[in-house]
């Protein structure tokens, strides 16, 4: 197809379709701290978000493009003007920059969503196709629905984004409706329809949702059709339940070379430690047993399993953890460490950080360390965590003092907070409530002079041992829809729980960061 040596591309959409996931919210510093790990990965294209939804989405991908280097930086955009000049506008600082347009263009998408006949979609393809190249000379395009799309017509949709100038053409299975067999002969009745995919090295591409659990099974089968970019995101993240891995795409066709032959060019060492950062930003746990990454995913407790893999790895183990970057040791400073030390860990992590943000971490993690007598990898990067969420709220509420009274069923729990408001003044206020929890939430919604509902509350230990640090996550919903998400860390849970709370409040203070119904992608 491509004069270049053949490989499987790796178009990764965590910061946009991933984002989308219901409580995923990333702030500015956090998405392009994922954008660096792609890159240290050598993804070969990031989306790095849809810049006409938000200011907020328009600042990050332009950040995301000004600081790239070697990695192709995508915007999304729908056939709309608007869309593609903002866009355009984008992606503009990147080195390597690439508008990905779509139209809807299955019956059912076009009577209720567009709207519109099939010519009309023709034509709007060719405009925008062309006017996406007054930009970049790097256009994708995708029909979205592909699946449900009646074959000519797809075929006819495809050859006019070509002729308009169109490089990459993705087939999205939009909402995972598709299963390998017919998703695959879709790519080869194309690539068989239009002998001009390959006379031109065109790329075609797959974008596959994971409704019934087959996005990756339908990715691999396109990749066999001739596919050679696929997209998806780290840990199957995206709209309702997600997109195809890039962790499980990767492993499967290096790990089964003797069938596909063919690989990418990503470093898996870098696997994990992408991984965890991505959960840890949007706060999506990584289910146990997922393939690649889950806690489960090398670990034998079967008694036969376990005499197995000590006689000989491979008698149960098809991947070396280590080929994904699983660490053999987790621990790596304590509380004698330097700056110098923490410096070269964050560096190993692929975390690049202001001097100030250093600092500051390093503040956390001297702290920490009076505290526990072990200080792990993941207290490293909750600390890092931390320190980022902190910055995003800044100038915005925080709490300077706490006091919480709780016990057995004979006492109230109250608490009573001291907050700083975002102009600086000092304001105090005391609430009870079914649990301390819910005592601290109360007074901080006196305070605010706002209310919000809990959506979702979970905690969960960074590591193991009594002396843990807790990590909360919650979702909030203000009185007008917007939904936002926070994260707040402490070896005391309430004060974590207290720090997540006011995490929330002010994203949903800050347009930016408010999370509402999306318009959606492919």
Same mark, same amino acid.
């Given at each position: 197809?491509?004069?270049?040596?053949?490989?499987?591309?790796?178009?990764?959409?965590?910061?946009?379709?991933?984002?989308?996931?219901?409580?995923?919210?990333?702030?500015?510093?956090?998405?392009?701290?994922?954008?660096?790990?792609?890159?240290?990965?050598?993804?070969?294209?990031i989306?790095?978000?849809?810049?006409?939804?938000?200011?907020?989405?328009?600042?990050?991908?332009?950040?995301?493009?000004?600081?790239?280097?070697?990695?192709?930086?995508c915007?999304?955009a729908?056939?709309?003007?608007?869309?593609?000049?903002?866009?355009?506008?984008?992606?503009?600082?990147?080195?390597?920059?690439?508008?990905?347009?779509?139209?809807?263009?299955s019956?059912?998408?076009?009577?209720?969503?567009?709207?519109?006949?099939?010519?009309?979609?023709l034509?709007?393809?060719?405009?925008?196709?062309?006017?996406?190249?007054?930009?970049?000379?790097?256009v994708?395009?995708?029909?979205?629905?592909?699946?449900?799309?009646?074959?000519?017509?797809?075929?006819?949709?495809v050859?006019?984004?070509?002729?308009?100038?169109?490089?990459?053409?993705?087939?999205?299975?939009?909402?995972?409706?598709?299963?390998?067999?017919?998703?695959?002969?879709?790519?080869?009745?194309?690539?068989?329809?239009?002998?001009?995919?390959?006379?031109?090295?065109?790329?075609?591409?797959?974008?596959?949702?994971?409704?019934?659990?087959?996005?990756?099974a339908?990715?691999?089968?396109?990749?066999?059709?001739?596919?050679?970019?696929?997209?998806?995101?780290?840990?199957?993240?995206?709209?309702?339940?997600?997109?195809?891995?890039?962790?499980?795409?990767?492993?499967?066709?290096?790990?089964?070379?003797?069938?596909?032959?063919?690989?990418?060019?990503?470093?898996?060492?870098?696997?994990?430690?992408?991984?965890?950062?991505?959960?840890?930003?949007?706060?999506?746990?990584?289910?146990?047993?997922?393939?690649?990454?889950?806690?489960?995913?090398?670990?034998?407790?079967?008694?036969?399993?376990?005499?197995?893999v000590?006689?000989?790895?491979?008698?149960?183990?098809?991947?070396?953890?280590?080929?994904?970057g699983?660490?053999?040791?987790?621990?790596?400073?304590?509380?004698?460490?330097?700056?110098?030390?923490?410096?070269?860990?964050?560096?190993?992590? %692929?975390?690049? @950080? /202001?001097?100030d943000q250093? =600092? !500051?971490?390093?503040? *956390?993690?001297?702290?920490?360390?009076?505290?526990?007598?072990?200080?792990?990898?993941?207290?490293?990067?909750?600390?890092?965590?931390?320190v980022l969420?902190?910055?995003?709220?800044?100038?915005?509420?925080?709490?300077?003092?706490?006091?919480?009274?709780?016990?057995?069923?004979?006492?109230?729990?109250?608490?009573t907070?001291?907050?700083?408001?975002?102009?600086?003044?000092?304001i105090?206020?005391?609430?009870?409530?079914?649990?301390?929890?819910?005592?601290?939430?109360?007074?901080?919604?006196?305070?605010?002079?706002?209310?919000?509902?809990?959506?979702?509350?979970?905690?969960?230990?960074?590591?193991?041992?009594?002396d843990?640090?807790?990590?909360?996550?919650?979702?909030?919903?203000?009185t007008?829809?917007?939904?936002?998400? %926070?994260?707040? @860390? /402490?070896?005391?849970?309430? =004060? !974590?729980?207290a720090? *997540?709370?006011?995490?929330?409040?002010?994203?949903?203070?800050?347009?930016?960061?408010?999370?509402?119904?999306?318009?959606?992608?492919?």
């Amino acid at each position: 197809m491509s004069t270049e040596p053949d490989h499987v591309r790796i178009f990764d959409t965590t910061l946009r379709d991933g984002e989308q996931s219901p409580g995923a919210t990333l702030t500015f510093d956090e998405k392009l701290q994922i954008a660096r790990t792609l890159e240290n990965m050598g993804v070969d294209v990031i989306e790095a978000g849809f810049p006409i939804s938000s200011d907020g989405d328009f600042a990050s991908v332009k950040a995301i493009a000004e600081a790239s280097s070697t990695t192709t930086i995508c915007g999304l955009a729908r056939s709309v003007p608007g869309d593609i000049d903002r866009a355009g506008e984008a992606i503009k600082p990147a080195p390597h920059g690439r508008i990905h347009v779509f139209c809807a263009t299955s019956k059912i998408h076009r009577e209720h969503k567009l709207r519109k006949g099939t010519d009309d979609i023709l034509a709007l393809v060719e405009k925008s196709v062309k006017q996406a190249l007054n930009h970049t000379d790097d256009v994708e395009f995708s029909p979205e629905d592909t699946t449900r799309t009646e074959f000519d017509f797809l075929r006819d949709v495809v050859k006019v984004a070509i002729d308009a100038g169109a490089t990459t053409i993705n087939l999205p299975d939009t909402t995972g409706y598709s299963y390998p067999d017919e998703y695959a002969a879709i790519f080869a009745n194309i690539r068989k329809a239009l002998s001009v995919i390959d006379e031109r090295g065109i790329i075609l591409s797959t974008h596959c949702h994971n409704d019934l659990g087959m996005a990756v099974a339908n990715s691999l089968a396109a990749v066999e059709a001739g596919a050679r970019q696929v997209e998806c995101t780290l840990n199957g993240i995206g709209e309702r339940a997600g997109n195809a891995a890039l962790e499980e795409i990767v492993m499967a066709l290096r790990t089964r070379a003797d069938h596909f032959g063919i690989d990418t060019k990503i470093n898996a060492k870098k696997i994990y430690q992408a991984s965890r950062q991505v959960s840890m930003y949007t706060g999506l746990d990584v289910q146990r047993n997922k393939a690649i990454v889950g806690q489960n995913a090398f670990a034998h407790e079967s008694g036969i399993h376990q005499d197995g893999v000590l006689k000989h790895r491979e008698t149960y183990e098809i991947m070396n953890p280590t080929d994904v970057g699983v660490p053999t040791s987790a621990l790596v400073l304590g509380k004698h460490s330097g700056r110098a030390a923490f410096r070269d860990r964050l560096h190993e992590f %692929g975390m690049v @950080l /202001s001097d100030d943000q250093v =600092e !500051a971490a390093f503040t *956390a993690f001297k702290k920490l360390a009076d505290k526990k007598k072990e200080v792990y990898d993941e207290d490293i990067e909750a600390i890092v965590d931390d320190v980022l969420e902190n910055d995003a709220s800044a100038g915005r509420w925080k709490i300077t003092r706490m006091q919480v009274t709780a016990g057995s069923d004979t006492v109230t729990p109250t608490a009573t907070v001291e907050m700083q408001n975002p102009d600086g003044e000092t304001i105090q206020d005391a609430a009870i409530g079914d649990g301390p929890v819910d005592a601290i939430y109360s007074a901080v919604m006196r305070i605010v002079g706002r209310q919000f509902m809990l959506r979702d509350y979970r905690i969960r230990a960074v590591t193991g041992g009594k002396d843990a640090q807790g990590e909360v996550h919650v979702e909030l919903r203000d009185t007008e829809g917007h939904s936002a998400g %926070g994260r707040g @860390l /402490s070896t005391d849970i309430l =004060e !974590a729980s207290a720090f *997540a709370y006011v995490a929330a409040v002010n994203r949903l203070s800050n347009p930016t960061h408010k999370q509402v119904t999306q318009m959606s992608g492919v």
